[in-house]
């Protein structure tokens, strides 16, 4: 995916890389937010995969289904949503009680 490529368009599967500090788990939960610029500002999020890698380690990959639309004028009208698989509840992501070791921004416009 390259300068020119048009993110978050019907039908499309795009795809991000990042780097963050080394976890000393596996990813168990992940939020996306949308910023809601833009004309058409809404969207569907079916799935989010996550490959993590590091020094001396493998790969370890987890699939979040998401399935959900990030949107105020769709149901469930939010502009983010959270997966969460860890062994612990939501209350814990949502009041910072777990650290958040890394995040990625991303903007659309159209």
């Not at 596996?26 to 500002?41: E, L």
């Amino acid at each position: 995916m390259g300068q020119n490529y048009d993110y978050f368009e019907r039908g499309n599967l795009d795809i991000f890389s990042g780097r963050g500090p080394c976890l000393n788990g596996p990813v168990c939960a992940i939020k996306v937010i949308s910023d809601g610029s833009g004309s058409h500002h809404g969207w569907y999020c079916d799935y989010i995969d996550v490959t993590t890698t590091g020094p001396n380690t493998g790969c370890a990959k987890m699939k979040f289904d998401v399935e959900q639309w990030l949107a105020t004028d769709t149901s469930p009208y939010e502009l983010s949503a959270l997966t969460n698989y860890c062994p612990y509840d939501d209350r814990y992501i949502k009041s910072g009680t777990v650290q958040v070791v890394s995040s990625l921004n991303v903007v659309t416009s159209t």
